[in-house]
């Protein structure tokens, strides 16, 4: 993907995760309310499952037009956190067992000695701590702080993802835009990453603290901070191939399997919080800190 697409590109992609869980958050009530809250699960699983089935027959009728880009030898890490190869890749012929085999020239080694791929895993995971204990617990934010029923709740908690989706088209092309204008690479990754932090915390301590503000104005704040967070986009996730576009597929493997370990850390922080201190002016602030 060239350089000045690339924000834009990344956004297209992720930003399916924003209008699945719209849907997620429309249909999930209903479903509980009718079928009880195990049928949410089967039926989502189930999906999923379908999914996955109709997209291998569709892809198994495309022609075979890609490259095959993980057998590659003589890999360097640089001074500025590139890692690149001098081997081209091999045909999109190589059958499955050839594709496994060349995980084993991918320089695991080059990849944790590069300071560029340590600060995307340390920002992976905070960005994934405050992300993943947003997700789980606003629902309930809104039902017990807000007094909001379950379907009300579920009505607000749309507004996120619906913001985000508006954030992401304003975002990629104003990183791409700077790009382009001669703005170096790196600058444009750090600021876009820098809204994606500072907003969010900004907007969760304002709800946090008891101002006596209305139920619509917290909504609008964590709304607009969870949007703002999407700048990550033209930030974070782009930076996996602004350093390898090879291995950039391997380099978000290693930052979203960290990212991963906030969703079961924070999480359940935050609901021993809730247990604990029966105060959420103490746990909403928490993700952010």
């Known amino acids: 993907i060239p350089l000045q697409e690339r924000s834009r590109a990344v956004s297209v992609v992720f930003g399916g995760l924003a209008f699945g869980s719209v849907l997620g958050l429309l249909f999930a009530p209903p479903i509980i309310q009718n079928l009880g809250w195990e049928s949410v ?61 060349s995980l084993k020239d991918v320089p695991w080694g080059e990849f944790f000695k590069s300071k560029a791929v340590w600060a995307m895993i340390y920002t992976h995971f905070c960005g994934s701590w405050g992300h993943y204990t947003c997700l789980s617990w606003l629902p309930t934010f809104f039902s017990e702080e807000l007094n909001l029923n379950l379907t009300d709740a579920a009505w607000v908690s749309i507004l996120p993802p619906l913001g985000s989706m508006v954030i992401t088209s304003i975002a990629a092309p104003f990183a791409d835009n700077l790009i382009s204008s001669g703005v170096d690479t790196t600058k444009v990754r750090k600021i876009c990453q820098a ?28 709304t607009g901070g969870i949007s703002l967070s999407n700048f990550a986009l033209s930030g ?4 996996h191939q602004d350093i390898s576009r090879e291995y950039a597929s391997i380099l978000l493997g290693i ?26 002016s103490v746990c909403l602030p928490t993700p952010q800190i």
Do not use: R
């Open 195 to 222: 809204i994606a932090f500072l907003s969010p915390a900004a907007f969760m301590m304002l709800s946090s603290v008891d101002l006596g503000l209305p139920p619509w104005v917290v909504v609008a704040f964590l």
């Open 255 to 280: 930052t979203n399997t960290v990212g991963a370990v906030p969703g079961i850390v924070g999480v359940a922080l935050v609901g021993y919080l809730v247990d604990t201190t029966h105060s959420w």
């Open 41 to 101: 699960f089967y039926i989502f699983g189930l999906l999923g499952i379908i999914w996955c089935l109709v997209f291998e027959s569709v892809q198994e009728l495309q022609p075979g037009d890609n490259e095959d880009i993980l057998n590659l030898e003589n890999t360097s890490a640089g001074s500025n956190g590139h890692i690149s190869s001098s081997v081209p890749s091999k045909s999109s012929d190589s059958s499955l067992e050839e594709m496994t085999d």
């Open 236 to 239: 974070l996730y782009c930076t």
